[in-house]
Each structure stands twice: as structure tokens, then as C-alpha cells.
């Protein structure tokens, strides 16, 4: 038999093992060389390489297309179904991932464009598709090789899939280190939280919690698609902070500030006109004690000074409901503790700042009954504004809206007409006295 002979019978019977059994072949493909996997994809027949080829582990696969003439990464990505091709093309460095989309027809290059493509506050969105991930039955002297060869990349994660690509959790560095050679991976792992790739950033932080390292992100099947690293959530948290920020005073968490001055109107507009109707609702309350602010003109030049201080104290409140909220530290269990701990503490800051205005507006206008008027309506106040920053989030969560969503807006019409109210019923009441 001639050497030719030999070389098309071992081609011949490694197709056919590459055909009937696509999974081992990943396997050994993986323990070959770069060059000799180059090879073997540009011999075979598109749609069997593509078979073998989406059954690699992430890194494996990336490094074929990326190192793979245009024209055979090309190929190779038409024949992937479109949910491995575009899992693969995400690992690329964009130039060549461009560059193989530009090959496709043009079809085929907008399906994978979209597939690769999630919104910026989705899982997806902040993944980076360039995990670390290991088959079950590979061996730990096998992936502590192989991680070596990364000395230029970093990463805080390794996790292991099934022949499928399926998560089936994460196994720790120095568990790898410390395991004997022959141990596989699957004999270490442990399991992990993951989110779907469309999941909101919301979903990620609550997640996250479960966790100290990375959070892996999977396709609806359960594949492994990315990791969400350590910074990427504390960028998230940040971003989602600060959207709230812009949220609780009625502006569009979508706005930056170099926006167009035409987007901050339209998004801005419609909850002034909603402020401006709470506005004319405590100026209703004002109103209903016309008489007695003519009667007694002190109390015009008092009302912003309770009205200011139980806003301040609201807002205190709703802050620090609302940073429980976006990290978690709070769930429905704890709501009625925290509204709770919120109204204590706006009662002992009312008592204190009322001891103290009180007083200056005692040696102000000589009057006691209008020192103990002010006094009163600051507890009361302070109390009910402790009450609304913390209550306030927590309705409009349990009414299934964002609870940042101009949260600001109604805690002030809330602290106005309390205060208002307070204040001016009393001293009505009280009249006699001032």
C-alpha cells in the first residue's frame, strides 16, 4: 500500500470519526496543535467541521477562527448554527470578527450581528464572552497546562461545561492547584448562580450577591455564553446608582449630559407638570389657613423653615432606602423594620431640631405659644417625612414600577403638606396663645 493510499484511508476514517462522533473528536482536536486543527477544518467538508468545531471548549474554538484564513472562517461560520457562530464570533478580536461578517451574506451577517448584540444593561450587555471554561472529563494536570499558556490574560473565574456546552458550575484555583494530576475537573466543581444573557442589570446585582467571584452568563438552553467579572459589577452598581440618582428628581435615566437639549425636554417635561400639581396642592394647604397667616404674619416667614427641614430629613431617608434597595441590603422582610427605624430616627432628629428652633424663635419673637407651636409641627413633621422616604420606594416597587422613578417628587409634596399642615393647623388651634 502506498504512502498515498495510507494518507486517503486516514482521511477517510477520520472524517467518518469526526461525522459519527463529534464530540470525542473536540476532545482530541483540543489536545492537538493550532496548525494541525487549522488543517484539519480546512480538509473537511464545512458542515462536519462546524460539528466538531462548536463542540470545543470556547477558547479552543475562538483561537481556530481567529487564526483561520478569511475564507475558512468564513465558511466555517456559515456552516455553525447561528447561535454557536455568533457564542464563537464574540470571542474574536473585533477586526476579525468583522471581517469574517463581511464574508457572509448579508442575511446570514445581520442574524449573527443581532445574536452578538444585547442591550448595555443586560447580562450580555457587560459579559466578557472570553471565559475560561473546561470539559468535565478534562483532567487537572490537563487545565493547569493550559492556564499557564495565558500568562498575558487575566481572569478571575474557571468553569466547567458538559460535552454540550452546558454550565455545570465553577471550580476554584486552588482547589485546580492543590488536586492530583489525574483528578477531573468534574470531581471539583462546585455549583454556581448564573444569569441569563438577557437579564437586566438589576437581576445581575441581586445574583451577585450569591456570590464572591465572577457570574457566569448562559443562553436560554443553559450554554455558557460569558463571565461577569468582579469590576464589571462594581461598574453596574455604579451606573445603576447613579440612573437612580437622575431618576428620583424626574429625569430620564437615559440622559447625559451632553444629550440634546430637545431629548432632556421631552423626557423632563412631563414631571415638572406633575410637580407642578403637587406644587398647587400644598399651596391648597397654605391656602385653607389664609386667615390665619394674616392674622399672625410670623407664621409666613416660619413655613419654609419646617417645610425645609422635613424635606432634608425625607431625603435622608429616601437615600438611604434607596441605596438598600439597588444593593440589595434590603427585601420584603426587612420593609417593615426599616420604616420603622426611619420613623424613630425622625422622631429623635425632630425632637432635637426642634429643641434648637424652638429656642431662636422664642428669643426672635418673644412668644412662647409660637415656640411650641414651631416645636411641635417639627416632630410631627420629621416623623411623617422619616416615614415617606422609606415608604415611598418601597409602594411603588410593590406597585411594579422602578422605585427610583421621581421618588424625589412625591416625598416633597408629601413633606410640604405634612408640614404645612402641622404647622399651620397648629398654630390655628393655638391662636389664643401666639
Not at 52 to 68: F, I, K, P, T
Not at 367 to 389: E, K, Y
Not at 406 to 432: E, H, M, N, R
Request: no cysteine; proline share 4%.
Amino acid at each position: 500500500m502506498t504512502s498515498e493510499t495510507v494518507d486517503v484511508v486516514a482521511s477517510e476514517l477520520r472524517g467518518e470519526f469526526m461525522r459519527l462522533y463529534p464530540e470525542e473528536a473536540a476532545a482530541e482536536l483540543e489536545g492537538a496543535s493550532l496548525k494541525e486543527i487549522l488543517g484539519v477544518m480546512a480538509e473537511e467538508p464545512a458542515e462536519r467541521a462546524a460539528s466538531v468545531l462548536s463542540r470545543m471548549e470556547g477558547d479552543y474554538s475562538a483561537r481556530v477562527l481567529q487564526d483561520a484564513p478569511p475564507e475558512i472562517s468564513a465558511r466555517l461560520a456559515e456552516a455553525l448554527d447561528p447561535q454557536d457562530a455568533a457564542r464563537i464570533l464574540a470571542r474574536l478580536d473585533p477586526p476579525k470578527s468583522q471581517e469574517v461578517l463581511d464574508r457572509l451574506n448579508h442575511t446570514r451577517a445581520r442574524e449573527l450581528r443581532e445574536l452578538m448584540t444585547y442591550p448595555p444593561d443586560s447580562a450580555g450587555g457587560i459579559m466578557d464572552p472570553k471565559s475560561i471554561s473546561f470539559r468535565s472529563g478534562t483532567s487537572a494536570q490537563e487545565a493547569l497546562r493550559y492556564l499557564q499558556t495565558l500568562r498575558d490574560r487575566a481572569f478571575e473565574d474557571v468553569f466547567v461545561i458538559d460535552s454540550d456546552g452546558l454550565l455545570l458550575g465553577r471550580v476554584a484555583l486552588e482547589s485546580l492547584v492543590a488536586a492530583s494530576p489525574q483528578s477531573r475537573v468534574s470531581d471539583l466543581v462546585r455549583t454556581s448562580p448564573s444569569v441569563q444573557a438577557t437579564s437586566s442589570t438589576e437581576e445581575v446585582l441581586e445574583v451577585s450577591q450569591q456570590t464572591n467571584g465572577g457570574l457566569p452568563v448562559v443562553d436560554h438552553g443553559g450554554r455558557l455564553l460569558g463571565v461577569i467579572t468582579q469590576g464589571a459589577m462594581t461598574s453596574a452598581t455604579e451606573r445603576e446608582a447613579s440612573a437612580d440618582m437622575q431618576m428620583m428628581v424626574g429625569a430620564s435615566k437615559e440622559e447625559r449630559a451632553l444629550s440634546h437639549p430637545m431629548f432632556a425636554v421631552r423626557k423632563r417635561l412631563p414631571w415638572l407638570y406633575v410637580n407642578l400639581l403637587t406644587a398647587f396642592a400644598a399651596a391648597t394647604v397654605v391656602g385653607l389657613f389664609e386667615g390665619t397667616i394674616a392674622r399672625i404674619t410670623a407664621l409666613a416667614v416660619l413655613m419654609p423653615v419646617v417645610a425645609g427641614q422635613s424635606g432634608n430629613s425625607g431625603s435622608q431617608a429616601l437615600a438611604v432606602t434607596m441605596r438598600g434597595i439597588v444593593l440589595r441590603e434590603i427585601r420584603p422582610a426587612h420593609w417593615r423594620r426599616l420604616v420603622m427605624k426611619e420613623v424613630a430616627v425622625g422622631l429623635l432628629d425632630g425632637i432635637a431640631i426642634a429643641l434648637v428652633t424652638s429656642a431662636g424663635v422664642f428669643l426672635w419673637s418673644g412668644s412662647l405659644g409660637l415656640a411650641i407651636v414651631i416645636g411641635v409641627a417639627m416632630v410631627i413633621a420629621m416623623m411623617f417625612a422619616g416615614l415617606a422616604g422609606a415608604s415611598i420606594p418601597i409602594i411603588l416597587r410593590k406597585l411594579g414600577q422602578d422605585p427610583a422613578q421621581s421618588s424625589s417628587i412625591f416625598l416633597t409634596t408629601v413633606t410640604d403638606i405634612v408640614g404645612f399642615l402641622s404647622f399651620l393647623g397648629l398654630a390655628t388651634l393655638l391662636a389664643q396663645t401666639i
